[in-house]
């Protein structure tokens, strides 16, 4: 994991980088960000046009493509590395990022703060209205 911006009360934000951060994600927060991630990323490979040239170039640009495509996806943790919740924030500024707490439960009640510092840090909006996907009416 990628350290990314502090927060108020001694939290800070990271991003997770890999499938095996993803999956140890899920287990600790109870919710399915291992399957966004592995889906994610399959979608950027697959939208991978490798560039003309020898068989063993065809995967040259493939990492920074990924980059390039895939959501970021985050991880609030307290002091002692307790999970307290997780985003999942597109690239394209139109798409709607994804936040929820330990169980998909609401992040927002106990972690605003933190919630705002990263669309600071990020320079998104990230309100609860378009974020938490439960809380949609």
């Not at 997770?16 to 991630?37: D, Q, W, Y």
Request: hydrophobic share 40%; charged share 25%; aromatic share 8%.
């Amino acid at each position: 994991m990628e350290f990314v911006c502090d927060a108020d009360g001694g939290k800070a934000w990271f991003r997770i980088e890999t499938e095996a951060e993803a999956i140890r994600e899920s287990a600790l927060m109870g919710h399915a960000v291992e399957k966004h991630f592995r889906q994610a990323e399959a979608r950027a490979r697959a939208s991978y046009v490798p560039p003309p040239g020898p068989f063993i170039e065809q995967e040259i640009g493939l990492k920074g493509h990924v980059e390039r495509t895939m959501p970021r996806f985050f991880t609030l943790r307290d002091a002692e590395g307790g999970g307290l919740a997780t985003a999942m924030v597109p690239l394209r500024e139109d798409a709607c990022p994804i936040i929820v707490g330990s169980g998909n439960q609401d992040p927002y009640i106990a972690h605003a703060a933190a919630i705002r510092a990263l669309g600071h840090h990020l320079g998104r909006e990230l309100d609860r209205t378009r974020c938490y996907p439960y809380g949609r009416g």
